[in-house]
């Protein structure tokens, strides 16, 4: 199973920082649960499923909003590609930002080998 943690950029925008969203990120992604990359979409369990053709820009990169220097675990490795957040654009403009099967322990995640899938559909 792979484990997604994902948030939109508003649901992060309202969410009060504080010591725990520093030191794990399921206190910052609104949602967690399996996802599934199929042929069609990216199915997030239990809260939404995008198609290929609603997503308009994906990227992995640190911003104003999500950064890998933001959690606490992160820190020595934050220049590493895999602790960076995925951020899906949508074609409604809504902005969704990812990560799979994040480490607690080194920060890092799979998130560079679910980049390259979604950038390849």
């Not at 504080?18 to 609104?30: E, M, S």
């Not at 890998?68 to 409604?92: C, D, E, G, H, V």
């Amino acid at each position: 199973m792979n484990k997604y943690y994902a948030s939109t950029k508003e649901e992060i925008i309202n969410k009060s920082l504080n010591l725990l969203t520093r030191i794990h990120i399921k206190h910052l992604f609104t949602h967690q649960g399996e996802i599934q990359i199929t042929d069609k979409s990216i199915i997030l369990k239990d809260w939404k499923t995008i198609e290929w053709n609603d997503i308009k820009k994906v990227d992995m990169e640190n911003d104003e909003i999500v950064s890998s220097k933001m959690f606490a675990t992160q820190s020595r490795l934050f220049f590493m590609k895999s602790s960076k957040p995925i951020r899906l654009i949508l074609n409604n403009n809504e902005v969704i930002y990812l990560y799979v099967n994040w480490n607690f322990a080194t920060g890092l995640s799979d998130n560079k080998k679910i980049y390259e899938r979604i950038k390849n559909n």
